[in-house]
Every structure is written in C-alpha cells, then in structure tokens.
C-alpha cells in the first residue's frame, strides 16, 4: 500500500469465463520471460474488492522503477496483467476496469456452456458451498440468483454470495456479458479464445 503510487497498472485483464482454463493460461503466460505478473492470480479489483482505494490494486503489481529498468537499461518489453474470472459476469466490472485502463487489452476463454457449468457445479460443491445435486441446482438458480443481480445493479457496492456461486448458467450466457464489456472497449482490444482449442492444444494458443 505504501508503495503503491509507485507501481504500474497492469496492461492486460484475463477476465473469465471462469472454469474455462484461465488458471492455466495465466500459468503459462507467467513462464514468458518478458511477462511480469501480479502478485496473485485473482486480484477481483473491479468485482470484489473496488471499495478499496486504487494504490491497493497497484499493491499486486510490479515496480515503475522494475519497468524502467527492463525496458531502458535491458531494453527488453514489459508486460503484466491479472486473472480474476468474476470480472467477465460482474455487471459493475466493466466501467470499473475502462476508468481505470482503458487501454487495456481483454482476454476471454469461452468453454461450452455446459461443461463450464457442471465444472463450476463441481467446484462449488467441493469448497462446500453447494448442498444440492446438479439438476437441483440448476433449477433453483433462478431463485437464487434474480433478487440478487437486482441488489447488486440498485448498489455497485453489494456483495452476494449467490451471484457469485450459483450462477453455473447465467454464466454461460456469454454474449450478454461480452456486449456489457465492448459497451467500453473497442472490439480490437478483445481477445477470445476457445477454451476446447486451449485444453486440445495449449502451445498453439499460447
């Protein structure tokens, strides 16, 4: 937090969809000797955590002095960036992330709808958070969720919980999330990428 004033904002965004091999890939960019990473995968600046001041998103990133130091004295490129999947479904995310980078390049990894929903089921039950079976998650999402996106649309500031964790279709839904992000960035800033081709050939992609 102290030295965040002095920290670079990061030049790209890994924005979901979740359960989609954002892991992976952010794993495998993290290898690339030009690429300097936050300090964690999943900052959530813009989804979970935007009630904090900025100097502690820039907290999670490299140096300006590390930049200036690869790109003037080695004169090799500088690069860094973040993960955080919710970033893609969060109906405040979008303005949030153009306000702050609006250069920013985006990428999304988009996995059939239904894989990425039984994953996401999976995931959850797993961590404990999902006492119903599939089909009976399925079913109840609607109730869990629609009062909730109300909430979170009325106050930018409101957590749910349900949003976050059962949402295994709405999620799916890709192109009404994908429109609220070009609302902001140009199309030319998108990458999207097909999480089938990833998983089948990841060096490809990569």
């Known amino acids: 937090m102290l030295t965040g004033q002095y920290r670079v904002l990061p030049n790209f965004l890994i924005i979901g969809a979740s359960k989609s091999g954002t892991t ?11 690429y300097f990473p936050s300090f964690v995968k999943e900052v959530h600046y813009f ?32 690069i860094t960036g973040e993960a955080s999947p919710y970033y893609l479904y969060h109906p405040h995310a979008p303005a949030r992330a153009y306000k702050i980078i609006p250069n920013a390049r985006i990428i999304v990894l988009l996995r059939n709808p239904i894989d990425r929903a039984y994953s996401d089921y999976q995931h959850t ?10 089909m009976q998650a399925l079913d109840a999402e609607g109730d869990r969720i629609n009062e909730e996106v109300k909430k979170i649309q009325i106050n930018e500031y409101y957590y749910s919980m349900n949003h976050q964790k059962y949402s295994y279709l709405a999620r799916g ?17 998108f990458l999207i990428l097909k999480s089938e081709d990833f ?5 490809k992609i990569l």
């Open 199 to 203: 998983f089948n050939d990841p060096a």
């Open 24 to 34: 992976s890939l952010f794993r495998y960019i993290s290898q690339h000797p030009d």
């Open 47 to 78: 989804d979970l955590h935007y009630d904090e001041v900025l100097n502690w998103y820039r907290a999670h990133f490299p140096a300006m002095v590390t930049k200036f130091f690869i790109k003037n004295i080695l004169n090799r490129p500088f």
């Open 125 to 134: 039950r797993k961590d404990g958070f999902e006492p119903l079976g599939f």
């Open 173 to 189: 839904l890709y192109v009404d999330q994908l429109q609220r992000w070009m609302t902001y960035y140009a199309k030319d800033q």
